[in-house]
């Protein structure tokens, strides 16, 4: 049974997303609200987050979100 969450890559089942330290960070100012680093992030960091977000919503719902598509990802300055 998966459960989700993020392993160490030396213990991380085949397939398993790497999540390199500032996508980490910028998921873990978004879960605490800290919007001054989540700002922060560039643009490579906040697609990783992005997409791991969206497939892990995806896995738990078990169906697609055909309403992403929609969604405005690009970043305003």
């Known amino acids: 049974m ?3 969450g993020v392993v160490a890559d030396a213990v ?3 397939g ?3 999540l390199d330290t500032h996508t980490l960070l910028l998921l873990s ?3 605490t609200g800290d919007w001054a680093t989540a700002d922060a992030a560039d643009e490579r ?3 990783q987050a992005s997409g791991v977000v969206a497939a892990y919503t995806q ?8 309403s992403l598509e ?3 990802r690009r970043t305003t300055a």
């Open 2 to 4: 998966q459960l989700g």
């Open 12 to 14: 991380a089942p085949p």
């Open 16 to 18: 398993a997303p790497r």
């Open 29 to 31: 100012s978004l879960l």
């Open 45 to 47: 960091t906040r697609s």
């Open 59 to 66: 896995f738990h719902l078990d169906r697609g979100l055909r």
């Open 70 to 72: 929609h969604v405005d």
